[in-house]
């Protein structure tokens, strides 16, 4: 019996909304409690010029026509702006400065948890009330920002303080850019949709054209990605300091008559130490290496799993991860790696709902509805396509969309219907 879509993608579903979820829910309490009211919250974006600001400072006395042209120049010029940020990413990444660019992403999780998230704990502290000294709360500030800087891109921490580090940055980012004015926040985010479609599927695209560089390379991009089932990281340290590890499972080998009094565990696994520049041999744990006949098979082995993996990216060269990818293998969601989803679509998932926080819970709950379901979608796309898709366009459009169908019909008839004491 075939298996359905749903059959093959429930948990990869379920692994990638939960923390979009997540993420979405606490953007909206950090909202609901830092900014209780709109005037604050334009006063705060008054007063704070950021990189999605520096054309037109938008204000609320200025009319709609003003607003509206001052809103896209600000889109206009922030997208520019991220598509300069990545073709630079993507010419450092092809002249193999992959050192230059993993300490630029430790740099900014220390900065964004550090100055970012310090004025956000501030905020939360001094709106509990909660009694505590500047020392007490400078040290730790920077002991949780020292923790994350190795949690992103170190293999050798635990999965889940990864995953909640990452979270963590994706909320305290998507806090501040739900700062922006109204008009200018729309606009962006229907801006970068756009976007993120061009730049992922166009032939010339940098965010394809940097999946194309890891995919030949057999690399790991140096970014920040969610993975929705990462590899396991429970190796040595001095294992651990070579380079990436990834486990994947050992196919079943024909019988060896020189083996045939030994135990042989079916799931056992090969572990590929990649390092940046070169890859070494694969290594077999539990297996000595005394024997010359072994050691040739091993290497045997090895070499056929590299052709065949050879074989599967000439035949789809887009087949690695990116902001929203399947893992290499083309048969089977059941791989090691799961799907990925880039940090940058939990921010602006969660600067959606953030800023329909701002007015009202209904509307909440109708955007959060809107980018589950686009997201649900992209991924049975996903399945379908087996290559790299953008993850925003549809959520973005979709949780827009249900935005202004809410707070223009939906909540006006509920609102009229509920104080006219009408039942439905």
């Known amino acids: 019996m075939e298996r359905s879509v749903l059959d093959s993608l429930g948990v990869e579903i379920i692994g990638v909304m939960s923390p979009v979820s997540i993420c979405m829910l606490l953007v909206v309490l950090l909202v609901s409690t830092v900014s209780p009211s709109a005037s604050d919250s334009a006063a705060a974006a008054a007063s704070a010029t950021t990189a999605a600001t520096l054309v037109y400072d938008e204000s609320p006395s200025d009319p709609p026509g003003r607003r509206l042209a001052g809103a896209l120049l600000n889109a206009a010029a922030f997208v520019a702006l991220v598509a300069a940020a990545t073709t630079l990413l993507v010419v450092l990444y092809y002249y193999r400065f992959t050192g230059f660019l993993r300490n630029y992403v430790r740099f900014s999780a220390f900065f964004v948890l550090a100055s970012m998230g310090g004025s956000i704990l ?48 994706a909320v305290i980012v998507a806090a501040w850019f739900a700062r922006l004015p109204e008009w200018t926040t729309w606009t962006l985010l229907l801006a970068l949709a756009l976007y993120d479609l061009a730049a992922v599927l166009c032939p010339g695209g940098p965010l394809r054209v940097l999946v194309e560089l890891a995919s030949s390379r057999d690399e790991e991009l140096p970014a920040l990605v969610y993975e929705s089932r990462p590899a396991s990281a429970s190796v040595s340290h001095a294992v651990a300091a070579l380079g990436t590890v990834e486990l994947q499972p050992v196919e079943p080998a024909p019988p060896n008559p020189t083996m045939s009094n030994r135990n042989v565990d079916p799931d056992r696994t090969i572990v590929e130490i990649s390092s940046l520049e070169e890859e070494t041999s694969p290594l077999v744990p539990n297996e000595p290496s005394s024997s010359g006949s072994s050691d040739a098979r091993q290497r045997d082995i090895a070499a056929e799993r590299e052709r065949e993996r050879e074989g599967e990216r000439n035949q789809d060269p887009s087949s690695s991860s990116s902001l929203l990818a399947p893992a290499l293998e083309s048969d089977a969601f059941d791989t090691s790696r799961g799907i990925r989803l880039g940090l940058g679509d939990f921010v602006f998932y969660s600067v959606l709902v953030g800023r329909a926080a701002m007015y009202d819970l209904m509307t909440v709950y109708a955007c959060y509805l809107a980018i589950i379901s686009g997201l649900g979608c992209t991924l049975i796309l996903l399945s379908v396509c087996r290559h790299a898709l953008p993850a925003l366009p549809i959520s973005i459009t979709l949780g827009v969309g249900f935005y202004f169908l809410t707070r223009l019909l939906l909540e006006p ?5 509920s104080t006219s004491l009408v039942m439905f």
């Open 413 to 417: 008839f509920v609102v009229g219907a």
């Open 122 to 169: 501030l905020s939360l502290l001094r709106a509990a009330g909660f009694p505590l000294d500047a020392f007490s709360a400078l040290v730790l500030l920077l002991n949780l920002s020292a923790v994350g800087v190795p949690a992103v891109l170190s293999p050798a921490v635990p999965v889940l303080l990864r995953q909640a580090y990452l979270v963590a940055l």
